[in-house]
T-cell receptor
Framework: AQKITQTQPGMFVQEKEAVTLDCTYDTSDQSYGLFWYKQPSSGEMIFLIYQGSYDEQNATEGRYSLNFQKARKSANLVISASQLGDSAMYFCAMREGGGNQFYFGTGTSLTVIP | DTEVTQTPKHLVMGMTNKKSLKCEQHMGHRAMYWYKQKAKKPPELMFVYSYEKLSINESVPSRFSPECPNSSLLNLHLHALQPEDSALYLC?????????????FGPGTRLTVT
């Protein structure tokens, strides 16, 4: 079974609008972390935001927020006030317990339209 | 210094060549990773080093040979590669184990095998 599922291969959003990128996960661990990364066409993976399994509040970092619904095992990324520079691939990832490994979803390609 | 550096940025090599990719971090991180990434796909884990010892090898062909000479350096030695090995090779580091700990990525090496 896939550990991380991203069901939106491509998304479009108008500049200045908000957009939600979906991520669901599968784990039997009680302790896990969920991460979102942005990858522009230049290739570098940029860390955006983190949510821990025991965190009761949704994480926020500037224009990024994470809509964490533990019972539904979803960790959606919300980008508010989209900018042209937000056009990139976005990957959701998970790290379990004390493990070394990160599990990545297949990614969502976001295009911001002027 | 929160940077992971990778050299070279681009590499073109023939199938009979031997080359090496280099990755460096000075954040005191104890886990280091090599990933292979094809266009529009998620990173695929190749190797994980933990305290300078190889802890995960994801059944990577022997034409890829990792080396961790010290806690700051990670090399990937390449020999007799195939055209399908052309990809973006990403190095990453993490402070250690623990689900809260994110990965820091380098800018990657774009490898073309001719």
């Amino acid at each position: 079974a896939q550990k991380i599922t991203q069901t939106q291969p491509g998304m479009f959003v108008q500049e200045k609008e908000a957009v939600t990128l979906d991520c669901t996960y599968d784990t039997s661990d009680q302790s896990y972390g969920l991460f979102w990364y942005k990858q522009p066409s230049s290739g570098e993976m940029i860390f955006l935001i983190y949510q821990g399994s025991y965190d009761e509040q949704n994480a926020t970092e500037g224009r990024y927020s994470l809509n964490f619904q533990k019972a539904r095992k979803s960790a959606n990324l919300v980008i508010s006030a989209s900018q042209l520079g937000d056009s990139a691939m976005y990957f959701c990832a998970m790290r379990e317990g004390g493990g070394n490994q990160f599990y990545f979803g297949t990614g969502t390609s976001l295009t911001v339209i002027p | 210094d929160t940077e992971v550096t990778q050299t070279p940025k681009h590499l073109v090599m023939g199938m009979t060549n031997k080359k090496s990719l280099k990755c460096e971090q000075h954040m005191g991180h104890r886990a280091m990773y090599w990933y292979k990434q094809k266009a529009k796909k998620p990173p695929e884990l190749m190797f994980v080093y933990s305290y300078e010892k190889l802890s995960i090898n994801e059944s990577v062909p022997s034409r890829f040979s990792p080396e961790c000479p010290n806690s700051s350096l990670l090399n990937l030695h390449l020999h007799a590669l195939q055209p399908e090995d052309s990809a973006l090779y990403l190095c990453a580091s993490s402070p250690g184990w623990g689900y809260r700990l994110e990965q820091y990525f380098g800018p990657g090496t774009r490898l073309t095998v001719t």
